[in-house]
């Protein structure tokens, strides 16, 4: 029911105006000196506890509230996506009583980093000693801006390839996953032919549940982007050919949308899906069959997603001290062991693979391991999807046009349009 | 739904014209005591039908789901009745969350702020429409503008006042700003001033002060429009998500809707049987109260008041 | 009990509409029942309200027992009013409408019970004090509106048009049961209608009402035998009097060709244009052969059992006259006469009521 869209109601273009507007209400209780109110030696951790991860993360609290009697960790119920945890953060940057660390999804952390509302994290970090060469360089990287770190990796993922290894073999199929594009558009035929009617050899997210996401692969694998720095490239002949391929498929009934194929997959309705490593452990239990993992097709050119943690730029230095110790705990190898082999989320820690536990559990888990081998192929997101307010809400709304059969290149023209204008009038005065 | 509906139209139009003019000639007088067509009654049926599956169907749906086993849930062909069926779903709700006291904390919130909203909503509507006083007309326009302020804009604005008591993740921080009663004022002024005026100033000249005038007579007579009313407010808190979501932080304060959300894997694969089990749950008590109100809200209660 | 006095009572309901009730002066005496006519909008109901205190009075006074009402609030008028539509309290039974004004007042229950007893008594609602007022006839509902304005005993009992709604049986019977009850209660009663016969049977004085001024109060009798003006000469009594336009001269006026002699009281102050009428008790049909009489083709006939009205238009009237240039006759149980026959009547000279013509005023006593 809930889960209808993804994206939540308010879309960050949205909240972000609703702060600016009460500020200017002047209601908020910014300008004193410790706005944010709340006591220095209580970490307050606003989480949306990605994939149903609250008990693990009490585990990790009390795990530190341990390693630091003085400190006490409250975990507050923050909301049901990272759209909500930014709601609602939004709400308190106006109104007042900040949390001390936040979940930031990689597509809300751009715009608090922007407008100044979360702390550059790259002094700090220095001063509490954090080895920050040992988080994976990929996810790391993932929140830089203006020469600093905004979000420490911490519910990290990619999209995998999952597929159906009966209809495989039905088809007639090598055991393994696409090498590129080019060759799932070969196999299709087969796949076709072998599902049946009333299913599909491929599903994919529509456009309200992330299908933007996904589809970065498929541009990168045609040589295209949606966009180079801030410079959208949707009209680049490359980005319009995959476009175009989408459509092809889409037409040929190879991929239908749907806003969970996760769960048609597990029902053996479709054979085959793209989604996040996040749902490895959702689909294990309700597979009635044998399932693989694959690398997503072609090389070097999974997006990675999912969320990191914050803290908010006006909140005492002492709080943010604490923070950052919080953050760091939360995100240290023994931690993101333990609370990636709960959700299946991906270790943002180099040395994490290196733990026993992590070696035994992977040995297990051979799927798991696909998620953690294919992290050194990944490639860091496109601007216009991740860093511009609205922009993957506005490309998936793109893409479900095409989808549905508009022209390719006139609705990229419109949405190379739309986003320049975003950049033009949201980031560019204030970069 | 298609399938369904293309036969109705084709029974609809079905009778050939010389069939239906002969009937009417014959049986004139049954026409008169029935007024209908064997087809016109079939499409009402049909169109009877058509609405219970689309209300029904859904909530049939959430309830078998949450008797199914997890993989059960996603099949193909579906399982229309659970089989085997489990009550874990249920358990789970109430071990996975602390169910009862999401629970208890709706029953808190939606008791209070639904007679905060009643008790609000009827006294000013009847100050608004049945008292005079300078300044009504403009006090009535404000409070018609306050229907008219969209919901995100107090929502901040009340955050930060609320912040500044520090009542975020209390019940008086999430009740008192939701305890605004535009809605109410207008609905129940409406009511009040469709009363017959004679029977207000009957009550008047035989010497009902104000609160027995509303007690005695102009509440009695709008029974119908006060349950509904209570009905839709008591349902709207109940569901109430956005403020109490902000407000609170954890199982101290948060309702069911809020609480609920626990459940599904918010990325990732949701199971959705315990999600179900915990919506049915959530779903009883409004169902029940609407069960026991519903009847209230049908009674035409001004009947032999005044000369029609 | 108590009297009423309006001392020049006005209410306009907008500023610049003229008002509802302008400058109405009307002395009620304490026991008396006052029946208010009026053309529908002449300001009956809004007189009445005035009194009850529904209505402000935006000019002049309205004084009960001597008192100055300004300001007084209705519940403490102690005026109990009867509306044309009977609201009851849909909520409550019979029993529970009529006690409501007593338990407002306090009033110790047992006697509360005994009165309403009483009051059902008088109006045969004892089998009725349990059911609501949606489970009663339109009659039931009228009596236990009646029953509630009883039990209070007020000072002055309003009634608007309480009857309107009744069937003719009904409204007879009920009508002389309100006349009785009044005259045995000794309340104050002003009493609103529309129906003639209620107008002149029921009140003790009648009070005409044209566009919110007062025209005339007087005994039922009086109004009919001495209207002060055409208005009410034509407003009251039916069938209406027939009134003819026509000039005086050297103390006679012609009526429809036929001379008429005035009395010389009146001669002597009318001039010029007058208005003459006569009731149609005032007409004699004359044989045929009777030359002066007023030849007329009878257009109607109406033949109520122990009279009849008939209806004749002047010979030589196209078809097309407008209904007042006719004239209306009593006659006796059997008029014998038919539709289409020709007659000749001749008016009774001592009946006619003369009329200024310009102001309309009564000449004359
Ligand atoms: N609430 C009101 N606002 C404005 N004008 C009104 C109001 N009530 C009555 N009037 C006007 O005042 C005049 C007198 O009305 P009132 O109701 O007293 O007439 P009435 O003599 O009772 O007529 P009826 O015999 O039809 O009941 C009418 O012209 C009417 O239009
Ligand atoms: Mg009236």
Redesign the interface.
Same mark, same amino acid.
Not at chain 3, 83 to 92: I, K
Not at chain 3, 132 to 136: A, E, F, L, N, S
């Given at each position: 029911m809930n889960q209808l869209t993804r994206r939540g109601l308010l879309g960050l273009a949205g909240t972000a105006g609703i702060a600016g507007l009460s500020a200017c209400a002047g209601t908020g209780t910014s300008g004193s000196s410790d706005k944010a109110g709340g006591a220095s030696n209580t970490i307050e951790f606003w989480s949306n506890h990605p994939g149903s991860s609250k008990p693990v993360e009490q585990q990790i609290i009390a795990a530190f509230q341990k390693e630091n009697p003085g400190l006490t960790v409250k975990l507050v119920d923050a909301g049901k996506n990272y759209e909500e945890v930014a709601q609602k953060f939004n709400a308190s940057l106006a109104g007042g009583q900040l949390p001390d660390v936040v979940v930031v999804s990689d597509v809300t952390w751009f715009n608090f980093a922007l407008n100044k509302q979360l702390s550059k994290l790259d002094d700090l970090l220095g001063t509490a000693k954090v080895d920050t060469g040992d988080y994976v360089d990929a996810l790391y990287n993932d929140y830089t801006y203006a020469g600093g770190h905004f979000a420490l990796p911490y519910a990290r993922s990619t999209p995998l390839f999952y597929y159906n290894k009966e209809l495989w073999a039905k088809a007639g199929l090598e055991d393994r996953g696409p090498k590129d594009w080019a060759e799932f558009k070969e196999w299709s035929t087969a796949l076709k032919a072998a599902v049946g009617s009333g299913k599909f050899a491929m599903e994919l997210a529509d456009g309200s549940n992330y299908l933007d996401w996904y589809f970065q692969n498929l541009a990168w694998d045609f040589g295209g982007a949606y966009s180079k720095e801030w410079q959208p490239t949707f009209s680049d002949p490359n980005t319009i050919k995959a476009g175009q391929f989408l459509q092809d498929l889409t037409k040929a009934g190879v991929i239908k949308y749907n806003a969970t194929p996760e769960a048609d997959f597990s029902a053996g309705l479709a054979g085959c899906i793209l989604q996040s490593t996040g749902s490895l452990g959702g689909i294990t239990k309700d597979a009635k069959f044998e399932f693989g993992t694959a690398f997503l097709p072609g090389t070097d050119n999974c997006p990675t997603g999912g969320a990191g943690v914050g803290v908010p730029a006006n909140i005492s230095d002492a709080r943010k001290a604490n923070a950052v110790k919080f953050a760091e705990f939360l995100t240290n190898p023994q931690n993101t062991v333990t609370f990636t082999q709960a959700t299946g989320y991906m270790p943002v820690r180099k040395s994490a693979v290196e733990l026993p536990e992590e070696k035994t559990f992977l040995e297990k888990n051979p799927n798991s391991k696909t998620a953690i081998d294919q992290l050194a192929h990944t490639r860091s997101q496109d601007n216009a999807r991740v860093l511009l307010p609205g922009g993957g809400a506005r490309i998936g709304k793109a893409l479900d046009q095409i989808a549905q059969g508009q022209d390719v290149a006139t609705v990229f023209k419109a949405l190379d349009a739309e986003s320049q204008q975003v950049f033009e009038s949201q980031i560019k005065p204030k970069l | 739904m298609s399938t369904t509906a293309t036969p109705v139209g084709s029974v609809d139009e079905a009778p050939e014209p010389s069939r239906r003019r002969g009937r009417r000639r014959l049986a004139h007088g049954a026409e008169a005591a029935s007024h209908r067509s064997p087809a016109m009654t079939v499409a009402g049926y049909v169109g009877m039908l058509l609405v219970v599956l689309v209300v029904a169907v859904p909530l049939f749906w959430i309830v078998v789901t949450s008797l199914k086993h997890r993989q059960d849930i996603y099949v193909q062909p579906a399982q229309w009745l659970p089989d085997p069926a489990t009550t874990n779903n249920y358990h789970d709700v109430t071990t996975r969350i602390p169910f009862l006291r999401y629970l208890r904390n709706s029953v808190i919130i939606t008791v209070v702020l639904s007679l905060t909203k009643i008790v609000l909503g009827v006294l000013s509507a009847y100050a608004l429409s049945l008292l005079r006083f300078p300044g009504r007309g403009v006090v009535f326009v404000v409070v018609i503008a306050a229907l008219m302020v969209p919901n995100q804009i107090t929502v901040i604005s009340n955050y930060a006042l609320v912040a500044q008591l520090g009542w975020r993740n209390t019940f008086q921080g999430i009740i008192i700003p939701l305890a605004g009663v535009a809605f109410g004022t207008f609905l129940m002024r409406n009511q009040f001033l469709s009363l017959p005026t004679e029977i207000i100033e009957a009550a008047r000249l035989d010497g009902a002060g104000p609160l027995k005038l509303l007690w005695r007579v102009v509440l009695p007579m709008s029974w119908p429009t006060l349950v509904a009313f209570s009905l839709i407010t008591v349902v709207n808190e109940w569901n109430e998500y956005l403020w109490p979501f902000l407000m609170s932080d954890d199982e101290r304060t948060a309702p069911l809707p809020v609480g609920l959300t626990l459940l599904q894997n918010n990325d990732g694969v949701t199971n959705w049987g315990p999600v179900m089990a915990g919506t049915v749950l959530a779903m009883l008590p409004v169902l029940v109260l609407f069960l026991v109100l519903q009847r209230q809200m049908i009674k035409g209660l001004t009947a032999g008041a005044v000369k029609s | 009990m108590a009297t009423v006095y309006f001392d020049a009572a006005t209410r306009r309901y907008a500023k610049d509409a003229p008002p509802a009730v302008d400058a109405v002066t009307l002395d009620i005496a304490d026991g008396e029942f006052l029946v208010l006519v009026g053309p529908s909008g002449c300001g009956k109901s809004t007189s009445l309200r005035m009194l009850?205190? &529904?209505e402000p009075v935006d000019g002049g006074r309205i004084l009960v027992d001597g008192h100055d009402q300004q300001g007084v %609030? *209705?519940?403490d008028?102690d005026?109990?009013?009867v509306?044309?539509? =009977?609201? &009851? =309290? *849909?909520?409550?039974t019979a029993a529970q409408n009529m006690a409501?004004?007593l338990d407002?007042?306090k009033v110790p229950k047992a006697e509360t019970k005994e009165r309403v007893a009483q009051a059902a008594k008088i109006l045969e609602l004892e089998d009725l004090l349990d059911r609501? *007022?949606?489970?009663?006839s339109?009659g039931q %509902?009228q009596r236990v509106a009646m029953g %509630?304005a009883i039990v209070?005993q007020p000072k002055v009992f309003c009634m608007d048009e309480p009857l309107s709604?009744l069937d003719a049986k009904l409204r007879v019977s009920t009508r002389s049961q309100i006349a009785g009850l009044q005259r045995r209660l000794g309340i104050t009663t002003v009493y609103v209608t529309h129906d003639q016969v209620e107008a002149m049977t029921m009140g003790h004085r009648v009070a005409v009402l044209k566009d919110g001024r007062l025209q005339q109060v007087a005994a039922p009798e009086e109004l009919y035998d001495r209207p002060v003006n055409t208005f009410v000469a034509a407003f009251i009594g039916s069938p209406a009097i027939t009134l003819v336009p026509t000039s005086v001269s050297e103390g006679r006026a012609e009526v429809y060709g036929l001379p008429v002699t005035l009395e010389r009281e009146v001669a002597a102050r009318a001039s010029g244009d007058i208005v003459v009428g006569f009731r149609p008790e005032s007409w004699r049909i004359v044989p045929e052969s009777d030359e002066g009489g007023l030849p007329l083709t009878v257009e109607l006939v109406e033949a109520l059992g122990s009279e009849s009205f008939v209806y004749g238009r002047r010979l030589g009237d196209d078809a097309h006259g407008a209904p007042d240039e006719r004239v209306t006759i009593r006659t006796d149980k059997r008029a014998g006469v038919a539709v289409g026959e020709q007659i000749r009547v001749r008016p009774v000279e001592a009946e006619a009521h003369v009329f200024d013509g310009a102001t309309g005023e009564r000449l004359g006593a």
């Open positions: - | - | 009850a205190g &529904l %609030r *209705p519940r008028r005026i109990a009013m509306f044309q539509s =009977y609201a &009851l =309290y *849909p909520n409550m409501f004004a407002n007042s609501k *007022p949606g489970q009663m339109g %509902r %509630r209070r709604n």
